[in-house]
């Protein structure tokens, strides 16, 4: 099992859901949050005075998977998420060592 957690434009979650379904995907978590990477953020004017915004609105998607489902799964995201323009995101994959349902005890991939 890998976990797949993706951070994207926040206009870009609907095309990104809906590619995610097209792939089979069953659950994913989302999360609102705020960050920068090479952008650095940006200066905004209001009201007459400049201001920085350090930290820019993102998306977090968070998918728990199995192996064979991964490489299609980023692909979709990549193809979804970008823009081709700075800040499109990141993906980051990483090894889960286990899964359980809470309802029913299951385990590994069946909990999925």
Known sequence: ???IE???KPFKLDEVKEALQEVGLQGIT????KGFGRQKGH???YRGA???VDFLPKIKIEIVLEDQLVE???EAIIQAAHTG???DG???ISPIEDAIRIRTGERGNSAL
């Not at 989302?30 to 949050?33: L, Y």
């Open 1 to 3: 099992m890998k976990k």
């Open 6 to 8: 993706a951070i994207i």
């Open 30 to 33: 989302i999360t609102e949050i």
């Open 43 to 45: 200066t905004e004017l």
């Open 50 to 52: 400049e201001y920085v």
């Open 72 to 74: 299609r799964t980023v």
């Open 85 to 87: 323009r700075i800040g």
């Open 90 to 92: 990141k993906i980051f």
